[in-house]
Each structure stands twice: as C-alpha cells, then as structure tokens.
C-alpha cells in the first residue's frame, strides 16, 4: 500500500540553525501539506502547497519557514533559523484531489528537537 | 474559543464496554467532519469520516448534528487495542481543505 515517508524520522539542532525536513508524498496525490504537533499539544496546520505554490498558511508559518517540491517527488519543509519553540513533531500530509472527504494521508512525522 | 473541543480525558474502561466521545465545533463554515486516531508519538491515522446521518463500521459509530454542531464517535466492546487518542478532526469550506484538529481525548482499555 503506498505511503506517505518522512526523513529524518528524529533531527536534533542547536538554535539558530537551518533545517531541511523531506517528505515523499504518495505519487499520484497532488495536494501536500505541512502539521505540526508540539508535545502535549493538537496537531496543527502549518501550509498547504498545490500546483507547485502556497495554497494557504497560517500564522506559525512566517518568514523562518518555505516549502518545496525540488523535483516532483520530494515535498520539503525549511525551517532557516529554528527556535527553542520550533522543537515538535512536524508531520507531512497528502492527498489524492479534490473532494471534501478525500482523505489525507500522514507520513511519521519528524521530531525536531532545538537545543 | 476553539474551533474543535473536546473533552480531553483520560476514559479509563474495561474490555467490553461501550465508550463514547463528544466533541464540539465553533464554525459553521466546517464542511466535513472525521475521527481519526493517534497512538504514542505516532502520525494520526483515520478511522472514520462522519456523515450527517450518521455511520457505522464495525465497532464504531459515528454520529454528526449540525444544527448543534456536535460529532460523536461510540466505541462499543472496547479492546484493549483500542486505547489511544481520538481526535475530531473538521474541515472548512476553503481551498485548501486543510484539517483542524481538537486536542484529542485519550482513551485507555484495561484488560
């Protein structure tokens, strides 16, 4: 069964550096997506990317973070300086088209951690 | 207030019993409505999309009132593999049909 994977599945960074979280969505979907979770916390939405662009974002995902999909396969998230707060579980999305109850698939995350 | 609340638990039950979960949504707007599930530290998986009259698969039920804008999910003959976290999850009428989740409650199945 296709699946949606995650690398690194742990990432750990001293504050103030950039990080790169990869992601190889199921190859027919075409809607992708970025979650996070801190620990404790909801699951929450960070971007969303379809046709090659920023469909939608929210407030945690300000000028520290871009996404991109380099070469039609690979979905990546980068965060340029990371901050203590920015330690979570990041968790990649996709999904297939459209419909409201197409579902989203979610690769197994990456825990970042900042030190 | 939160778009999704739920009660965050924890449910401690026997092996057998019925259990069921509530949750609320603030926003009209949300479109379709899903419980998925997450273990420790593990990616949310779905378990069922929720429809407006209401739906079954197997064990479990789920039930959806728009006018009061409520999900339920019911959990009937609890295995011990059922214990982890249930998140009601909602999607919004936009384009990019992101998911909003609630905080989750945890359910835990004693032998």
């Known amino acids: 069964e296709p699946e949606v994977t995650q690398t690194p599945s742990h990432q750990v960074t001293q504050m103030g550096q950039e990080v790169i979280l990869r992601c190889v969505p199921i190859s027919n979907h075409l809607y992708f997506y970025w979650y996070r979770q801190i620990l404790g916390q909801k699951v929450e939405f960070l971007v969303s990317f379809y046709n090659n662009e920023i469909s939608e974002k929210s407030e945690i995902f300000d000028d520290q973070f871009s996404v991109e999909r380099p070469d039609g396969s690979n979905f990546t998230l980068k965060i340029r300086s990371t901050k203590l707060e920015d330690s979570a579980m990041y968790f990649c999305?996709?999904?297939?088209?459209?419909?409201?109850?197409?579902?989203?698939?979610f690769g197994p995350g990456t825990r970042l951690t900042v030190l | 207030r939160k778009e999704v609340e739920q009660d965050p638990g924890p449910f401690n039950v026997p092996e057998g019993a019925t259990v069921a979960f509530n949750c609320t949504y603030s926003n009209s707007a949300s479109q379709s409505f899903f419980w998925y599930r997450q273990d420790c530290r593990k990616e949310p998986k779905l378990l069922m999309s929720?429809?407006?009259s209401g739906n079954e698969d197997g064990r479990f039920t789920a039930q959806l009132n728009r006018a009061s804008q409520y999900i339920s999910l019911l959990i009937r003959d609890s295995k011990l593999s059922d214990s982890a976290t249930y998140l009601c999850v909602v999607n919004r009428m936009d384009s990019s049909y992101k998911l909003i989740f609630g905080s989750g409650t945890r359910l835990l199945v004693r032998p």
């Open positions: 999305a996709s999904r297939k088209g459209q419909g409201w109850d197409n579902e989203q698939f």
């Open positions: 929720v429809y407006s």
